[in-house]
């Protein structure tokens, strides 16, 4: 056997037994959790198919977020445009359907949810054009109770919306309220529509807004691929940092 036939035999072994170990490498079983009337259980499946199922969300969110918004311009106008169009898409939580908290993206598919889930479909929408944000859960001493609100990044600050009841907070000047302004008591109610939610039912949770410095990596942007890995770089060499400061 010549020298040229030993390098082309042990590169077509090298070659199969990559192809090999490919298809045992993503066919490993991973998991992913399905959250079921607040019951959380994790769900085997290949990874190939979560990879799969990760550049398919991406792509969609992609395209749902530039359908919604279409010729807009300014990141103001995409940003309500947004906001209406979580208000008046999802619907509220079915008393008769079990309560889901998997992928954002089936929030959509399934066109209802509890307010978590539109807070989470309407940031994860801001992140795709190019805008930061996030939704968390505020509590109140005076309430007992925790309200799930979004913050949105503009230039001006931080802004804070209730896409469940279609509220947002303006300022004096009619402009949309930041949350240093909300804090220092310069914020009005607006809503989408005719909704009976009162002024004072926000007062508890403005109030003890967080001061919000850096937004770091959370569930409503790391959809995309080049920040889920710049996620899990972070998370493996330094751990997760705080969202809020």
Known sequence: MNKIMRIKILISSFILLLFLSSIVFFNMKVTTSQGINYEVSQI???????????????????????????????KEEKIFRLFQWTHETIRPQPKNLPIMDDHVWNVYVRGYGVRDNFNDLFAT??????????????????????????FVKLEEGWLVFDPYYGVYFENKRGEWATVEEIKNDNWN???????????????????????VKEMY????????????????????????????E
């Open 44 to 74: 085997e499946i290949p990874l190939y198919l979560k990879i799969l199922n990760f550049f398919d969300r991406h792509f969609n969110y992609k395209w749902l977020a530039q359908r919604v918004t279409g010729d807009l311009k300014t």
């Open 189 to 211: 109610m607006v809503k989408l529509d005719q909704t009976k939610i009162p002024i004072f039912f926000y007062e508890p949770y403005l109030k003890v807004l967080p001061d």
């Open 125 to 150: 929408l801001c992140n795709y054009i190019g805008v930061d944000g996030f939704f968390t859960g505020i509590y109140s001493e005076e309430t007992d109770k925790v309200l799930q609100l979004s």
């Open 217 to 244: 990596f959370r569930r409503a942007n790391i959809q995309s691929p080049i920040n889920r890995l710049k996620y899990q770089l972070a998370k493996w060499f330094s751990g997760d940092k705080p969202l809020l």
